[in-house]
T-cell receptor, first 110, second 111 residues
Framework: GQQVMQIPQYQHVQEGEDFTTYCNSS?????IQWYKQRPGGHPVFLIQ?????EVKKQKRLTFQFGEAKKNSSLHITATQTTDVGTYFC??????????FGSGTQLTVLP | NAGVTQTPKFQVLKTGQSMTLQCAQD?????MSWYRQDPGMGLRLIHY???????DQGEVPNGYNVSRSTTEDFPLRLLSAAPSQTSVYFC??????????FGPGTRLTVT
């Protein structure tokens, strides 16, 4: 079945440093979604990418979808303590089901 | 607009007990899903429904049943709880661009 791998599993950064999490699929995806889950909370939808090579920005967050539509990344510029949480990617493959990556847990040290 | 609601927030069961996790949404979404979240494993799909009266299995359906009698409600039943079902359970409904709206979750411990 479809697998979505996400790295790293954990990342500690000093406030102000940049952060990137990477998502790789074993199969071509029709789209990729990104979610953020605060500690003790539930996942919240951030964005969806659909087109090959697509890049979208939300303030300090930059999302990319690979040319082959098998990988994606989320980059946060100048992290803040409010960025703390776990970031998940989720991809839709040929089975039209959403498969989640295992997440990257971000800790921001003040 | 409450979005997706789940009850209870916390539950402790003994092995072999059964229970129903409740989920409701007020966004008139046709597509709803149940996920479980375990450390280091992301969210795994248990069951989903594409509309009232229609349900199907996800990645990890064993030990769980669902039904969908109305658009709003999508309960998840644990038939005979096992320690391996200790997890956080999230219900979600799907929006227009296939984004998931998650409920607050139920933290279940099976002893």
């Amino acid at each position: 079945g479809q697998q979505v791998m996400q790295i790293p599993q954990y990342q500690h950064v000093q406030e102000g440093e940049d952060f990137t999490t990477y998502c790789n699929s074993s199969t071509t995806l029709s789209n990729i979604q990104w979610y953020k889950q605060r500690p003790g909370g539930h996942p919240v939808f951030l964005i969806q990418l659909v087109k090959s090579g697509e890049v979208k920005k939300q303030k300090r967050l930059t999302f990319q979808f690979g040319e082959a539509k098998k990988n994606s990344s989320l980059h946060i510029t100048a992290t803040q303590t409010t960025d703390v949480g776990t970031y998940f990617c989720a991809g839709t493959g040929s089975a039209r089901q959403l498969t989640f990556g295992s997440g990257t847990q971000l800790t921001v040290l003040p | 607009n409450a979005g997706v609601t789940q009850t209870p927030k916390f539950q402790v069961l003994k092995t072999g007990q059964s229970m129903t996790l409740q989920c409701a949404q007020d966004m008139n979404h046709e597509y709803m899903s149940w996920y479980r979240q375990d450390p280091g494993m992301g969210l795994r799909l248990i069951h989903y429904s594409v509309g009232a009266g229609i349900t199907d299995q996800g990645e990890v359906p064993n030990g769980y049943n669902v039904s969908r009698s109305t658009t709003e409600d999508f309960p998840l039943r644990l038939l005979s709880a096992a320690p391996s079902q200790t997890s956080v359970y999230f219900c979600a409904s799907t929006g227009l661009v296939h984004e998931q709206y998650f409920g607050p979750g139920t933290r279940l411990t099976v002893t």
